[in-house]
């Protein structure tokens, strides 16, 4: 059996009022606005170490040339530009004695070149005397 209200009263319907929907919107605002700051601060973190991982070969790539040059490079700084997987780098190479004659410091730096001071990788290494 259906129940009548008494007459003067008006039925209470179930639901949600504009406030209570007001204040749940805002709460979805927020949360997929703190999601979305994640995802971008995670598509920059990725962006940074691929230009750090290419940076890093590059100064490898170099190093290994100065193990390789004949003769043996000659203690000075030099500079150029190399590309790895299709971006643009700069490097600077500094050679340097060491207390053994028969070795000579490397030392590689290698950055964007858009903002040549931020350092994206610096490598050392040492490179002997050949037997000649």
Do not use: C
């Not at 703190?34 to 790539?61: E, H």
């Amino acid at each position: 059996m259906l129940a009548i209200p008494p007459a003067g009263t008006t039925p209470r319907t179930r639901g949600f009022t504009l406030i209570e929907i007001l204040v749940a919107l805002a709460i979805v605002a927020v949360a997929l606005a703190a999601g979305m700051r994640a995802v971008a601060q995670s598509a920059d973190g990725a962006t940074a170490l691929k230009q750090r991982t290419l940076a890093l070969w590059i100064a490898q790539n170099r190093l290994a040339a100065a193990q390789l040059a004949t003769p043996w490079p000659a203690p000075g700084t030099r500079d150029g530009e190399a590309a790895q997987a299709g971006t643009r780098f700069v490097w600077r190479e500094t050679v340097s004695g060491t207390p053994n004659p028969a070795f000579r410091k490397v030392e590689i730096v290698v950055a964007d070149p858009a903002v040549p001071d931020y350092v994206l990788a610096r490598l050392v290494g040492y490179v002997g005397a050949s037997a000649q």
